[in-house]
Nanobody
Framework: QLVEFGGGSVQPGGSLRLTCTAS??????MAWFRQDPGKEREGVAA?????????YYADSVKGRFTISKDNNKHMVYLDMGSLKPEDTAVYYC???????????????????WGQGTQVTVS
């Protein structure tokens, strides 16, 4: 089970930290996606630890967002900085995907999803 929190409203240029708590066995891949109404779900960032370690970031968030994981607390974080109005969306935590899906931010490859948390930048 995945539960996200930390969303909210922030002014452009501001920062937010999203947190995802995960219950159950540790997953090989943890990721964040976002979705605006009427648009496809977009991979934002992913962290693959199934063999070695690799990360994925969407071009639109590189240099502004950072994904990290605390294995002891079973939590995954998304630190978002220099936020822009176009970052406004519902953000979802996702877990457990093959490396190809994880490294490419492909939503269809993920098995578990949180309920989402709204982030509004205005």
């Amino acid at each position: 089970q995945l539960v996200e929190f930390g969303g909210g409203s922030v002014q452009p240029g501001g920062s937010l930290r999203l947190t995802c708590t995960a219950s159950g066995p540790s997953a090989n891949c943890m990721a964040w996606f976002r979705q605006d109404p009427g648009k496809e779900r977009e991979g934002v960032a992913a962290l693959y630890t199934g063999g070695g370690s690799s990360t994925y970031y969407a071009d639109s968030v590189k240099g502004r967002f950072t994904i990290s994981k605390d294995n002891n607390k079973h939590m995954v974080y998304l630190d978002m900085g220099s936020l822009k109005p176009e970052d406004t969306a519902v953000y979802y935590c996702a877990a457990d995907a093959p490396q190809t899906a994880c490294n490419g931010g492909h939503a269809s490859g993920f098995h578990y999803w949180g309920q989402g948390t709204q982030v509004t930048v205005s």
